[in-house]
């Protein structure tokens, strides 16, 4: 399994997208070398920003994000101590629901007791590790692969969950209707092993549509 370290290997994926796929190719030269630093990200405070974003807007997670930092963490990383330290209240004035501030509790209790231990299972097979992460109530496929994505640096991860994702494929492919999962597979199995690179260039469509 090859892992997301630095520019340098997201220079190597951008030519490889591009040399099997004249749709990458494309979206490269428009979107230049992908801004992804998954070794810049702590993975305790990618997995609560991945639990605020469930089903919102980015600009919508951004700001509830904020406004949990300031009580819940230190700078711009949350502290599993001070999360447990604030009231539900207090998380739910920040704009999270309840079920959400229950999640965010739960994680920051597993990870404080070391029933999480993020550093520990960061290079388990991709498998292995979605498996155990989903044992965590709140955590689904989706924000697993989210993390595996952005704090982990997994290479090759295909969201087949991912909104965004699924309208990057159909904006970029110009196709006439939101792609199935079969054609969402097939599409991306020449992006191997960089399918989550791949997937940042399909985000970026998703935002700005197509390569004119």
């Not at 980015?58 to 300031?70: F, G, H, S």
């Amino acid at each position: 399994m090859e892992l997301i370290t630095d520019e340098r290997m997201l220079r190597r994926a951008a030519e490889h997208l591009a040399g099997h796929d004249r749709v990458m190719a494309a979206l490269i030269e428009q979107h230049g070398i992908s801004r992804m630093t998954p070794w810049q990200n702590e993975p305790f405070t990618a997995l609560i920003g991945a639990i605020i974003s469930q089903q919102l807007s980015v600009k919508a997670a951004d700001t509830i994000e904020k406004r949990v930092l300031k009580i819940g963490g230190r700078g711009d990383r949350f502290v599993a101590s001070k999360l447990l330290a604030a009231s539900d209240e207090e998380l739910r004035a920040c704009g999270l629901s309840g079920a959400k501030t229950r999640y965010i509790k739960g994680i920051a209790e597993a990870a404080q007791s070391g029933q999480l231990n993020l550093k520990r299972i960061r290079d388990l097979p991709d498998d292995k590790l979605i498996e155990t992460l989903t044992e965590l109530n709140g955590i689904g496929r989706w924000t697993a692969e989210m993390l595996m994505i952005f704090a982990f640096g997994h290479s090759d991860v295909m969201s087949l969950g991912d909104l965004g994702l699924r309208k990057g494929i159909e904006v970029a492919y110009e196709l006439d209707h939101r792609p199935s999962d079969k054609v969402m597979l097939g599409t991306a199995e020449i992006w191997r092993p960089y399918r989550s690179v791949a997937s940042w260039y399909l985000w970026r469509a998703a935002e700005s549509g197509p390569v004119n």
